[in-house]
């Protein structure tokens, strides 16, 4: 069985979706299981045989996974909430890590491009320093650091640029702008690619049937390498390039019904709270090999989702 921690967050809910298409039998917590202390997540897994179920197809009550959607995101208030932040990157994720290694279930982490500090100009590999930018990602960082230190049996992912149907995200957020302002300004200095809810959580879901479905080929195991993964839909683009592309489809299907111009700005000129990555291309080319599969274009993605009935600016 699988637990799905975070499960009301944007990833998560997405992540829950598509546990059910599939049959796979989970359990799903959230804030009402309080990550940042160890006792909570113990008695939390302890209870699972009278808690609710979110899939009960089967009746097996052991977990064998745990994934972990579950974090402190706002990077702007990070700076203001830094301990709150490294509460749940760091705390909370080394708590999840001890329960997952005390009950000898596998553990899939989710982390972020912030972990680098964004001055590269060709696309970040797994193996690369860390040099993360802000609370943020130095939070990030520790609960990386923190999982390595503690067990062995991990796949982090780091991932960049999300959005999905379940919560506030930048797709969202353009939409409703370009349709109460006549014109807005985009930063077009920073660069980086955009991932779909729906893609990060198909990945997570055909990492976990590879390595549960491994075969044994010649007494070795194919199952997929613990360690860490970078997973972004494919290309790169601009913030500003992002919004166009935004905008182009908002107008195709009907969701932005006013004309808006949208306007380049530097990073500078934004006037952003807190330094974010010049560039933030993650190299996936590790993750393609491991798991053999096609990652879309980040356009076809963003046309998908826009397309999509669940589509909501609400």
Sequence with gaps: MIWLIGCN?????????QLEKNGLNFIGSD???DITSYEALEKFESSIETSFY???????????????????????????????ARK???????NIARIARHIGAKLIHISTDYVFGGNGTSPYTE??????????????????????KEMTQYYILRTAWLYGFDGKNFVYTMTKLMNSHDSIKVVNDQKGTPTC???LASAILRLIDKSD???????????PAYGIYHFTDEGQTTWYDFACEIYKLGKKYGFITQ???????????YGAKVQRPSYSVLSKEKIKKELKFKIPEWQSSLDSFMKNKRFNLI
């Design 88 to 94: 749940i990157n760091y705390d909370g994720v080394l």
């Design 9 to 17: 967050g944007m990833l998560g809910k997405e992540v829950a979706k």
């Design 213 to 223: 479905n491994a075969k044994t080929f010649f007494g070795k195991n194919s199952i």
């Design 127 to 148: 193996e690369m320093k860390k040099e993360p930018l802000g609370a943020y990602g130095r939070t990030k960082s520790e609960g990386e650091d923190a999982i390595q």
């Design 31 to 33: 804030k009402e299981v």
């Design 259 to 269: 004309n808006c111009e949208i306007t380049p700005c530097s990073t500078e000129e």
């Design 197 to 199: 809810a729906v893609d």
């Design 54 to 84: 979110l899939n009960t197809s089967t009746n097996d009550k052991h977990i064998t996974w745990i994934i972990n959607c579950s974090a402190y995101t706002n990077v702007d208030k990070a700076e203001e909430e830094e301990d709150i």
